[in-house]
C-alpha cells in the first residue's frame, strides 16, 4: 500500500484487491443511512447492490481509494479516468456517516482533483432526494446539474430490471468543467 496524495490530515490510498469486500460493507452502510431516511423506512436490499460496486471496480480505467484521516479509514471513492477523452466520472464517493460534517469530503475530493489533474471533465450522479450531496458537489465542489434522469428521462448507463425502491432511479447529472 502507498500513500498517493496527502491533503491535511487527508490521504488517498489505493485500494487493495483483498479489502474490495471490506470497501463495499463501508459504502452500502454509508448511502443507506441517507435512503432509509428518505424511504421512512428499513430497505431489505443493499444500496446500491452489490453487482453494481463489483461493476465500478471492473470498468476499465477505474481506480478505487480508500479516503484516510491520520491514518484511518474514513470513507472511499471510486473514480473512472478516461487517459484519451480527459471525461472522467465518479462512479461512488462516501464519507463514513460518523465522521460527516468535519470538512474531510471536501479535502478528499480536492485530493483526488489534484491526482488526476488531465482531467477535463468530472461528471458523477447522485439521487434527487439526497440534497446534502447536491450542496456537497454544487456548492462546495463547483459541479453543475446537468440532467435530472427519471421516467420520462432515463439515465442510458442505468441497466433495466434494477429493482430500486420508488423513485430511486430519479437522479441527478453532474458535471465539473476543470480549467
Known sequence: MSRLEENGNISLLKAEVST???FKSALQASFLVAVEADVGHPLEELIPSDEDIEQSFNTTGAFTYWILADGQRIGGAV?????VSGRNSLAFFFIATNQQSRGFGLKAWKAIEREFPITKV???VT???EKRNIHFYVNRCGFKIV???NKYHPDPHQ???QN???GYDEMFRF????E
Do not use: A, R
Request: aromatic share 22%; proline share 4%; glycine share 4%.
Open 122 to 124: 468530472w461528471e458523477t
Open 79 to 83: 473514480v473512472v479516468i478516461d487517459q
Open 127 to 129: 439521487p434527487y432526494f
Open 164 to 166: 430500486h425502491e420508488e
Open 20 to 22: 474490495l469486500n471490506e
Open 175 to 178: 458535471e465539473k468543467i476543470m
Open 159 to 161: 441497466y433495466s430490471g
Open 147 to 149: 440532467d435530472f434522469y
